[in-house]
């Protein structure tokens, strides 16, 4: 068998054209994905980036809601706290004007009492002095 020359020329030729034909399309192919990647990893930074803000702004959103409701918990004892001491006064004064009605009414019943028994009193003296006068007329 013998080996034609035209073999090694045409084995020449694809070489020549497979390493031009590399320089002139796969070059710009490969210099393309290298600029797309470094656009995905720069991308890729960014999200990273925005990941660790995000996580920073949930901490302080968790944060800051637990300081909010640990003030408003705080408001609302102390609210509950004055309406309870309001309350309590509330029915302290109720108790003293009730307290104070019923002496009142006591102190006034006693008086009735009193001025009643003053009039039976003057009303017997004035019918034990009506009977003897009749007694002693007769």
Not at 2 to 27: D, P, R, V, Y
Not at 40 to 62: F, P, V
Request: proline content about 1%; hydrophobic content about 40%.
């Amino acid at each position: 068998m013998e080996l034609n020359i035209t073999i090694f020329i045409q084995a020449l030729i694809f070489l020549m054209l497979f390493i031009f034909s590399s320089q002139i399309i796969f070059k710009p192919l490969r210099t393309l994905f290298l600029e797309r990647s470094q656009i995905i990893n720069h991308e890729k930074q960014k999200i990273l980036t925005l990941k660790s803000s995000i996580k920073e702004q949930k901490y302080h959103i968790k944060k800051t809601i637990f300081l909010i409701r640990n003030k408003v918990q705080r408001q609302h004892r102390s609210i509950n706290i004055n309406n309870v001491l309001k309350e309590k006064e509330f029915q302290r004064r109720i108790n003293f004007q009730q307290s104070e009605k019923y002496r009142n009414s006591i102190f006034k019943l006693k008086n009735e009492i009193f001025l009643v028994r003053k009039k039976v009193i003057v009303d017997k003296n004035n019918l034990t002095k009506h009977i003897m006068d009749k007694l002693s007329d007769g």
